[in-house]
């Protein structure tokens, strides 16, 4: 019963949110630690085997998930350990049967040829294509410190917060790590099955929350304090400590501890207030930096963007960014987009992620199948913002990608050395990519400093490798005081469309005549016996013939 409540729970979080995965993998890594530790039992195989079958079926229920649990290999971990299991179970019920150096041998052999067997069908799974191959998303996710993740984390939710940021937020409460530490000692000490998983938990929840901002709610309930190993026990069964156990404390030891854990508690609100306060209370369309003076400055470039979009555009414009956007802009611009957070359709989004990725002609032909009217990127190149599109493009590349395949290569917008470049080494593709030329239209007339060139990126330290940028069919409509959003329109269509190659027309002469060709002397021709009409005058009648 609790493992196809555990399944209804699990399956309303991959509704909910995307960072299931975590989930996905750390249930089979529990039940995997339990083998390990000779733990095995009736009850695991049950409780897992439900659990794994109901949550993949309903799992494949969400429109947005489909058949991922099924061909991505960051769901195959969850698979293996119940291929394990079944083999375990198989080889403990044939251990009842067999004498124990039989046993020995089969289990040794059964064990070679079980890996060999499952390594291989992986292989040869991701190689024809069945098993997609581990995204860009689950390598930044195990390498937290990776020098590229802001390539991926393009949401503000998605933003690098790395250890240095899990301890700002924890480093005017260090209670909650020593409340931490004392809960898996309590856990480890007295350990059962339910207690090995609290464990896993409280170890790897700091580990991933280091990733991104996004996955810091899984770091909440292991820093809770684990105050008494006899409240984790069986779910459904809360033990209490009995009375008899409790510890004859005098009044004024107890009065001391209480005093203590309120100035703790108050110590943490307070520690709350002044994070909230310094860090989170900007709001995400208004950036705020602090002066060397200790001043305060504010960019003011997205509401500003979007109020000009508002003012000046028809109300039945189409707008086309990419999806991160496109709730701010139906929210302050009250106009239309084509993705949002809330698009589940992943070949409308790769459809975007093309048309940026394409050069400006193909891309035209996608936006007037789209009916777009004006296109929105964010270049932080003018003042170092790193959470521009530049720096998310290859995953629009990816997605697009992943729905074009023939059209689209993330291969090509590498360099010859394999990096992700926007100077003179990025490859051609790139250059001409229609997001490129958005972000760096006009950028290589601006010099920063006289210390540096014409068109330096902050963003990416370096100068672009494309300044003589113009465009065909869009023209530039807005741009932010520092650069930040940039906005084009779109060309109508050209009422004549002017030919390719010009007509060629023969020259005629004023006294043109015709010469025909029939005979050697180039005479005129003419029709033998042909027929011809003589005038004639008319005949009178006589007066006599008259009468």
């Not at 195989?45 to 947005?64: A, C, D, E, H, R």
């Not at 209480?258 to 943490?268: D, E, G, N, P, Q």
Request: with cysteine.
């Amino acid at each position: 019963m609790w493992a196809c409540i555990t399944a209804l729970s699990y399956m309303y979080m991959v509704s909910a949110w995307g960072g299931y995965v975590f989930i996905t993998n750390l249930v089979p890594l529990h039940a995997f630690v339990l083998v390990l530790m000779q733990r095995y039992s009736h009850r695991l195989y049950v409780s897992y085997s439900v659990w794994f079958i109901m949550g993949l079926l309903l799992s494949m229920q969400v429109p947005f998930v489909g058949f991922q649990p099924v061909r991505t290999s960051e769901h195959m971990a969850a698979a293996g350990t119940f291929l394990l299991l079944q083999a375990y179970s198989f080889l403990s019920y044939l251990r009842t049967k067999v004498s124990s150096e039989q046993f020995k041998a089969l289990f040794v052999y059964a064990v070679i040829l079980s890996a060999g067997a499952v390594f291989t069908g992986v292989v040869a799974l991701t190689y024809l294509g069945y098993v997609a191959p581990w995204s860009g998303r689950f390598y930044s996710l195990w390498d937290t410190g990776h020098l590229d993740a802001d390539i991926w984390m393009h949401l503000d939710a998605h933003l690098t917060f790395f250890y240095v940021a899990t301890l700002f937020e924890i480093s005017k409460s260090p209670h909650c790590i020593l409340m931490k530490i004392a809960g898996i000692w309590l856990c480890i000490k007295n350990v059962n099955d339910e207690r090995v998983f609290i464990v896993l938990y409280a170890v790897f929840a700091p580990y991933f929350a280091g990733s991104c901002i996004r996955a810091d709610p899984d770091l909440d309930p292991s820093l809770s304090g684990k105050k008494n190993k006899k409240l984790y026990d069986k779910a459904g069964k809360v033990r209490l400590p009995k009375e008899k156990e409790e510890l004859s404390l005098g009044m004024n030891l107890k009065s001391v501890t209480v005093f203590t854990l309120l100035i703790m508690l108050l110590l943490f609100v307070v520690h709350c207030t002044w994070v909230t306060s310094s860090a989170y209370s900007s709001p995400s369309v208004v950036l705020a930096s602090q002066n060397s003076d200790g001043s305060r400055n504010i960019l003011d470039d997205f509401r500003e963007a979007y109020y000009w979009l508002r003012r000046n555009t028809a109300p039945d414009a189409r707008v086309m960014s990419w999806w991160d956007y496109g709730y701010q802009i139906a929210g302050f611009s009250n106009r239309t987009t084509l993705v949002d957070n809330n698009t589940w359709n992943n070949s409308h989004i790769a459809m975007v992620g093309k048309a940026m990725s394409s050069n400006e002609s193909r891309a035209y032909e996608i936006m007037r199948s789209l009916d777009v009217n004006y296109v929105l990127v964010i270049f932080g190149g003018l003042i170092g913002y790193s959470g521009d599109d530049i720096n998310k493009f290859l995953w629009m590349v990816r997605i697009a990608e992943g729905e074009h395949p023939n059209e689209i290569k993330e291969s090509n917008y590498f360099s010859d050395a394999g990096a992700y470049k926007v100077d003179r080494e990025a490859s051609d593709t790139m250059l001409n990519c229609l997001m490129y030329m958005m972000s760096y239209y006009r950028f290589g007339e601006v010099q920063l400093d006289f210390r540096m060139p014409r068109g330096y990126d902050r963003t990416r330290g370096a100068e672009i490798g494309r300044k003589d940028i113009s465009f065909k069919h869009l023209e530039e409509a807005f741009t932010s005081n520092h650069w930040l959003v940039r906005i084009y329109k779109v060309k109508p269509l050209d009422n004549r469309q002017q030919a390719k190659q010009k007509p060629k027309f023969s020259k005629l002469h004023k006294n043109y005549r015709y010469i025909s060709k029939k005979t050697e002397r180039k005479k005129k021709g003419y029709i033998k016996n042909k027929s011809s009409i003589v005038r004639g005058s008319k005949t009178v009648a006589t007066g006599s013939a008259a009468k």
